[in-house]
DNA sequence: TGACATTCATAGGTAAAGCTCATGAATTGA
DNA sequence: TCAATTCATGAGCTTTACCTATGAATGTCA
């Protein structure tokens, strides 16, 4: 056999107390329980512990550096024990994740701050990647899950849709614009447009799904960043091409989103994770934060 | 119930190993007690540590933190009772006592080269201190005991004899005196002595033998220190009064000491110990050593 | 692809440990 | 001197710990 911190907590007990009738109380064990706590002990270190009367426990030399090495293991242990705890119900840790650069400006910040609301100890690492990157970036750091969107399957990675965010036309809140509750893609053609660049993946949906129906984008404008599109829709040069997803309300408050039907097209925002990983506590609580912040998002009509 | 160092031991194996069967195999334990550890210490930190398939061991974020705490409580368990083991086989620690000045400088530096031959790791505190005060301060200290000269009982004290010193006259090694099994102190009174103050223990307690006898001391000279007497000695100025275990042989080559008898007067050298207190190892040791070399000591003629 | 080997989890039974209760011995204090 | 307190010990019971055996899943090699 070896020490046990059962024993070493008998120990201090009756260290502190210089009782082991009073050490056994603060253990809620009896007397005799802690009398052979403290025995066993002496006989796994070989030492002496204690000068026992009948009446009395007088700590020896050796109990005395021995205190301190067991009160050390027994704060350890509670600490070890307290940290665990923490990290179990997500009051501590830290969560590392892969975001695609749309979901990092558009769904994320609103998601962080709730999350970090509720859970202020938390440190969060967020790396925004490409959206070719995403799945790479997960599998070769330690992020344990990825959000944004993906198409198809991938080896050893759970994929879950959050939510699908329809292609939209994305305008000033006019009086005209806001009456519509869609617009198809035919009429789109009537009106001036800011589209994603042909390299971008979102283009090259829009471009897919439209060629499969014989019909062709033909936007005003094209631009690389998503930001620049709807800062231009802003000032009224068009209506972006994007998905609803995509606009921070709060940043383009001016900004209203209308769906594109004929052909509905839609873009899923996925979370992905490794198979047969399980997230940490902290993980767990932002992926569930992220789950329903986005299935009230769905609920919405965009 | 509460974490165990066994089940840490179990976990820092697997952790390590990255399988319950090979941890299983280094504690000496089959993988289904290792395995119902590592179950028990999840639920006891209310947390996740592996990932497990029936084919693989993969630890969690926790896991990682974990590790860390329990390694460092496994090395202290064992840095403790390796230093308890230590301490008990008097292979380190510290011995603490008090010796009188006769014992101090005759009889303990060989005592103290001889311990510290066989105990290089263990730190010695002697404080000499006047014979009045060896009591005292061995009950006021941490000294653990005391070897000097005492007469009579003390409370809570055990006194063990280690060796009886027996009054003698101390002179050079000339053929005549050398050639003498002892001498009587009337012999002395024909003869130049050097012998202490009346107000030394030492003195005093001729003075008290002789007394009783109806005899009489008439020192040639009267000195304080030990060592001033056997200087004097040395020089030939006469025959030094003393308990012959005064004599530090490699220190006065050329003094032999005779026993005085018609009254043979002895002082004891004692050992003192409080009551019911056990000595460190360390301390046994030492007080064994110096048994031994007092005890080889008394068989020799003084 | 199918047989095989490896690995982890679980169940049942047994050995060991841990605890309580009862009791005894020593010491303190009234 | 008696009562009270405190520690140690032994008997008996309960809980824990462990091993063996077995099952389920998965990776491996022909």
Redesign the interface.
């Known amino acids: 056999m070896?020490?046990?911190?059962?024993q070493l907590r008998a120990f201090t007990g009756v260290y502190r107390t210089r009782s082991i009738t009073r050490a056994a109380r603060e253990l809620g064990i009896t007397q005799s329980a802690t009398s052979l706590l403290i025995q066993q002990l002496e006989v796994?270190?070989?030492?002496?512990l204690f000068?026992r009367?009948t009446r009395s426990v007088?700590p020896?030399?050796?109990a005395d550096?021995?205190f301190h090495?067991?009160e050390?293991?027994l704060s350890?242990?509670l600490?070890?024990?307290r940290?665990?705890?923490d990290?179990?119900?997500a009051r501590a840790?830290?969560v590392a994740f892969v975001a695609s650069a749309g979901a990092a400006s558009a769904l994320l910040p609103q998601i962080l701050a709730k999350f970090r609301a509720g859970h202020p100890e938390i440190d969060i690492d967020m790396r925004d990647v490409a959206a070719d990157d995403l799945v790479p970036r997960l599998i070769a750091t330690d992020a344990?899950f990825a959000i944004g969107s993906v198409e198809g399957e991938f080896a050893e990675m759970t994929i879950e849709t959050l939510t699908r965010g329809r292609l939209s036309a994305i305008g000033r809140r006019t009086a005209d614009f806001a009456a519509r509750r869609s617009l198809t893609w035919d009429e789109l053609a009537q009106l001036p447009t800011i589209a994603m660049r042909r390299e971008t993946r979102i283009r090259m949906q829009i471009d897919q799904a439209l060629g499969a129906q014989g019909k062709h984008l033909a936007p005003t404008y094209e631009v690389t960043l998503i930001n620049t599109a709807l800062a231009m829709t802003a000032q009224g040069l068009g209506l972006a091409i994007l998905p609803a997803t995509m606009l921070p309300a709060d940043q383009f408050p001016t900004l209203i989103a209308r769906p594109l039907v004929r052909p509905a097209i839609t873009r899923p925002v996925s979370l992905l994770q490794r198979q047969?990983?399980?997230l940490?506590?902290a993980a767990q609580a932002f992926v569930t934060t992220a789950r329903t912040m986005l299935a009230e998002r769905s609920g919405r009509a965009f």
Not at 44 to 48: A, D, E, H, P, Y
């Open positions: 070896n020490v046990t911190l059962r796994q270190l070989g030492v002496k000068d009367s007088h020896t030399l050796a550096e021995a090495a067991a050390r293991m350890d242990a600490g070890l024990t940290r665990m705890h990290l179990a119900q840790g830290r344990e047969g990983q399980t940490s506590p």
